[in-house]
């Protein structure tokens, strides 16, 4: 049976990037900084006003499982998508990375995989219109056949909890997996739980590892408290302030890495998390684990993808004690 260091569930969003105008912006009621959700037609529609687009395979889950595989580790993926152009590239670039497909990938009830249009002017600023398509559309043998013995940790999206197509087939997962491995929720995104405050409970009574920034961890310890009471460990990063670990022995801190150049912050939570788990997973101490983390946020923001450029597994072992 294969060994895995993470095996990752969530949604498989693939970013188009393009150009555009504020009257672009305007003719569609994009907000600018802002993000809208548009039904499939509409969506598709806008997509083919776009010239000379960029196409990156993305979601935070998936890249961070893309960066653990250029570091040198063995990592999964859950996610669905329709079996479209889109979805057959998101899938072609994880067999190309090493990444293993875990699960039947294919949903066949909604025709549109994950999408996200990445609008960008010439301020610099980035708006997004997008639509999930089959990114929730779980069903209980997606997770049912898998072994997570064969797995150190299970990462999740944490607003997959949010969804009410997919909680109850991620709330089965994790019931599978708790004895099995470590269960590992990234809260990237959730700017709060007051909606929610049954699905934080629970993320904080299942997690051993929560990781987010700063913004993200209030939000959660707004609604359930001192996650340090649930006996979970929290990896908070903090941008150019580096990163720290809290849990019950104590806090540990890093400063950042500069890069050797900056290009765009995508991704740099999800190589994080990375690195940090991958350092984990080979039995590294907290703070040096925090600091593979560093150092493979330090690569990513480098590039204009959330995932490393060589897709060749291992093109990043370097980074690694």
Known sequence: MKQYDVVAVGRAYTDIIAAVTDDFLKKWDIPQNGDRRFEVDDLTRIQDELKNTKVYPGGPSGNTVSTLAALGGTAGFFGKVNADKTGEAYLEDFRERGVDIINDPYDRTINLSPTCLVLETSDGSRSFAYNPGCADAFVSMDFSKFDFSSTKFFLIEAHLLNSSTADPFIRSAVA??????????????????????????YLTSVSKIIIGNEAEHLALANTVG??????????IT???????????TGEFQIGAIPPWKFVSS???????????????????????????GASAASMIISVESGRPVN?????????MP
């Open 226 to 235: 001192d996650v340090r009471r649930a006996n979970a460990m929290q990896i």
């Open 238 to 248: 903090k941008g150019e302030k580096g990163s720290e670990a809290i849990d019950e």
């Open 266 to 292: 995508t991704g740099a939570g999800d190589a994080f998390a990375a690195g940090f788990l991958l350092g984990q997973s080979r039995n590294l101490d907290i703070s040096k684990s925090l600091n593979c």
């Open 176 to 201: 599978q997996a708790a004895t099995q491995c470590q269960i590992v929720f990234n809260l990237q995104g959730i700017a709060s739980w007051e909606a929610y405050s049954k699905a934080a409970h």
């Open 311 to 319: 897709k060749a597994p291992g093109t990043w072992a370097r980074l």
